[in-house]
């Protein structure tokens, strides 16, 4: 079975647990966006998918095989995060030789090309760059692996507006020439919403929600109106978060909404953007 | 790449470009590629024959998912407003614009008349009054 599974994954620091039993499947060819707030365990569950950190627990099974100690598997993905340094005195043209060594044909047209979009000096060394180069640097390695599973963890650190653009941009370009499975992590989730397919969404250590981003979006809403007529709407929902202003009052519903309850005329529905589905998602709950 | 091919070329990104998404809009954005295309066979930019932009390229543009592109496009062929030829692209029908003609003409009356008398009301703007506002729109 294509794909990458990941079967009862823990893992825990000392007492602590990072993550607690996941269980899903990222699929194959489709772009996800791998959501979570700062400590929530999306690094830690990359860094165990491939194999740079071990689970307390579980496993991680890539086509088929358990991804555990197996090159073949493993050779399959790629992960470009803020751990994959290069000596400082490299250059970056023999970083790509490097790479291919590992993983096997790399594409140097698209490399080389991206590089002259990125206006970025091949002949320069590593440790030269500056972070917004270094990370642009990585996503170029990365997209010119042959792996199908390409793990992107914060891509667009550093990146100005233009950069951010044209990373998406090459992104989706390369996405259509070869289809693979893109697993972005990122905090600019409004930026990246519109590339997504699947997405999945970590909260302290646990997935919360994992699914077709339109989907997802269907069933996340926002009723607002004055606080006793959508308090008495939404007493059987799902109800995220609360906003209140004035005499209006804003409930965040993911979820089914009830069919049968009565929708008084001065109460609206909306539907939210992923950003503000899963600010209402991730903010601790307060009770009032 | 000859000279016709490159005017082409232009005027294809030309036209994908003219396509205006809202990424934070409530709207799925499947149905907003499909309202973009469709606003676009309306306002005559394409008209009964022509090519529409591939996926690829509205998807390439706007760094859209291409799966997101092609579930708006298959929603306009089922709609028969664009046809799939195999191994070209997708081109305008040839009774397109007379189809959404026709469908926005129904939808005039749900969507903007019954609103309209709506927000009359809550104004306390007589019978009388909106036709003569009216009348006065068209006059300009």
């Known amino acids: 079975m294509k794909g990458i599974q990941i079967q009862g994954v823990e893992k825990s620091f000392s007492k602590r647990k990072i993550l607690q039993e996941l269980d899903f499947t990222f699929e194959a060819h489709k772009i ?54 290069y000596p400082a005195s490299i250059r970056l043209e023999k970083i790509f030789k490097m790479t291919e ?12 090309n991206l590089a002259k979009q990125f206006d970025l000096d091949l002949q ?50 390369s996405y259509i020439e070869r289809p693979r499975t893109f697993v972005i992590a990122t905090h600019l989730i409004g930026e990246v919403a519109s590339l997504l397919e699947r997405v999945v969404v970590i909260d302290q250590g646990q997935v919360i929600i994992n699914g077709d981003l339109e989907d997802v979006l269907e069933q996340s ?10 308090s008495e709407y939404t007493k059987n929902l799902n109800v995220i978060g609360k906003e209140r202003l004035g005499k209006i009052s804003s409930y965040y519903v993911y979820g089914k909404l009830d069919d049968e309850c009565f929708l008084p005329d001065v109460v609206t529905i909306e539907h939210l953007d992923l950003q503000q589905l899963f600010i209402h998602l991730t903010n601790p709950r307060k009770e009032q | 790449m000859t000279k016709l091919a490159m005017l082409n070329v232009a005027i294809d990104n030309y036209e994908v470009s003219r396509m205006q998404f809202n990424f934070n809009s409530s709207e799925p954005l499947y149905m907003q590629v499909a ?12 008209v009964a024959g022509d090519q529409i932009p591939s996926t690829t390229e ?19 062929v089922s709609q028969n407003l664009i046809e799939k030829k195999r191994g070209i692209g997708m081109f305008v029908v040839y009774d397109a614009y007379q189809k959404i003609v026709d469908q926005r ?16 009301r809550r104004l306390n703007i007589s019978e009388d009054e909106l036709v003569k506002l009216i009348e006065r729109g068209f006059g300009q």
């Open chain 2, 58 to 76: 509205i998807s390439r543009n706007y760094h859209i998912n291409p799966a997101t592109v092609l579930k708006g496009m298959n929603m306009l």
């Open chain 1, 101 to 112: 060594l590992f993983y096997g044909d790399f594409d140097y047209t698209l490399a080389n």
């Open chain 1, 221 to 230: 809403y926002l009723i607002s109106g004055p606080e006793k007529e959508v």
């Open chain 1, 32 to 85: 996800y966006g791998l959501l979570g707030r700062n400590g929530a365990g999306k690094s830690t569950l990359l860094n165990i998918i491939t194999d740079r950190i071990f689970a307390t627990s579980g496993q991680v099974i890539v086509d088929g095989e358990v991804a555990k100690n197996n090159d073949a598997a493993l050779s399959k993905i790629y992960l470009s995060s803020e751990m994959n340094a």
């Open chain 2, 105 to 120: 003409r129904n939808e005039f009356y749900q969507q903007r008349v019954i609103e309209l008398v709506k927000e009359a």
């Open chain 1, 124 to 173: 320069q060394k590593f440790g030269k760059l500056s972070t917004g180069y270094r990370n642009i640097f990585k996503f170029i390695v990365a997209l010119g692996v042959p792996a199908e599973y390409i793990f992107l963890d914060e891509p667009t650190l550093g990146l100005d507006a233009n950069h951010r653009d044209l990373l998406y941009q090459s992104l989706s370009t």
């Open chain 2, 35 to 46: 309202d973009q295309i469709r606003e676009a066979i309306f306002t005559r930019i394409y």
